[in-house]
């Protein structure tokens, strides 16, 4: 009533009571009319509001009703399509591959002349499946480009006429986890090497290198920043046609990697391989690779022992390792018997943007090892010779990579002296799906 007052005080002081009375009557009719008004438009914006939201109410009841019937409809037919009983084993089939594009430089010399060089362009292809038999057994099986002669290598080169390229049988095994043994693993079959490599070093094995024959790998945990593990293996070399003239390796090798803290760890272990009955053999593979050998026959037996270590740790938010292998041919008449690798890494591929850069030098001598199984690139493949290798990885998307490796070294002349350059660069884009 307070904005009624000025008006009601504006009325003269000489009119009467009654005056006074009349003025503040029509006032108050005037302000109930627009309360009213006020009332009324506010009633119908409830109204209008009410409405609206009932409509919203029956939309969203529409809505619930169409997605339970979606609902319906999709395990109905997620029922009407499950897979027969017969066909259940595809539900335990993986594929697998990868590709990659590799260009090559390599200038050697020859007792001390050099070459024109090679350039050339090659691919390698590799596709594999995994099966599931059991709880406890798997089937593992790859195809892969390559030669039959090489075991070292599955590369093709290309610019051949456009000939057809060769597809081999890489690996085929079965893989046997025992529930009641954890942490044993046995291999039967052609399968990639069983035996621990630091640094995923080449100096006895080739990482393209598929053995053949049975292998069990066993790691147990003694606490929980101490772990044992042992590996060993039977494998067929060589069987001629009348399985009279068997040429065999056994292995086996032994460890244990420490977990210093969060972010160091330490491994440490010894090897021994023994190669039977190659004395006389001819070459193995495509060469001899180095290996002292007369009227094209092996002239020493191969009884290696190897010592290795890692020690891991973090340069930074990067993991980094240095490591080492040496290994030494025990057996007996053996002049130039000892070959040694140190080497380092830095980074780790992983998401897109990330990279590796890896390091070691080397000096092999003439029969440390078969030269047919180690490092197919260093000094062309094989003994006999010294040097290092750089390499730089990096991760360009996700499952894509590009890299450069460097092989920087020196190898055995015709008179067996490590005088004659070699020097190898591979660009490499490599795919994996």
Known sequence: ??????????????????????????????????????????????????????????????????????????????????????????????????????????????????????????????????????????????????????????????????????????????????????????????????????????????????????????????????????????????LDDNDTDELSMFGAQGGLTAKLDDTNKLTGGIGYYDFGNIVGETALGNGFKGNSNAGSRYVYDYDIFEAFGEYGTRIGELPASVYGDYAVNTASGVSEDTGWLVGMSLGKCKDPGSWEFSYDYRDLERDCTIGTFNDSDFVGGGTNGKGHRFGVTYQVAKNTQAGVSYFLNEKANSAGKIEDNYNRLQVDVMVKF
């Open 1 to 238: 009533m307070r904005f009624l007052q000025p008006l009601f005080l504006e009325v003269p002081m000489f009119a009467g009571n009654r005056a006074r009375m009349a003025v503040l009557l029509c006032l108050l009719a005037s302000a109930a009319a627009v309360r009213a008004d006020e009332v009324a438009e506010l009633r119908q914006q409830l109204q209008d509001q009410y409405k609206a939201i009932t409509q919203m109410q029956a939309k969203l009841v529409e809505l619930e009703q169409a997605q339970a019937a979606q609902s319906e409809k999709m395990a109905a037919m997620k029922k009407e399509m499950t897979i027969p009983e017969t066909l259940k084993w595809v539900e335990k089939v993986k594929f697998y591959g990868d590709f990659r594009y590799r260009y090559e430089n390599i200038s050697q010399e020859t007792n001390g002349s050099g070459d024109d060089g090679v350039n050339r362009n090659r691919i390698r292809v590799r596709l594999g499946m995994t099966a599931q038999i059991n709880d406890e057994m798997n089937f593992d099986m790859r195809i892969a480009t390559g030669k039959n002669t090489d075991p070292t290598s599955t590369n093709q080169n290309l610019g051949d006429s456009w000939t057809y390229k060769g597809i081999w049988l890489d690996r085929a095994y079965l893989t046997w986890q025992p529930k009641s043994v954890e942490g044993l693993a046995v291999e039967l079959g052609k399968f990639g090497t069983p035996f621990m490599q630091v640094g995923k070093n080449q100096l006895l094995w080739d990482g393209d290198l598929n053995m053949e024959g049975a292998a069990a790998m066993y790691n147990l945990k003694l606490s929980d920043s101490l772990t044992a593990f042992a590996n060993a293996g039977a494998f067929y070399v060589r």
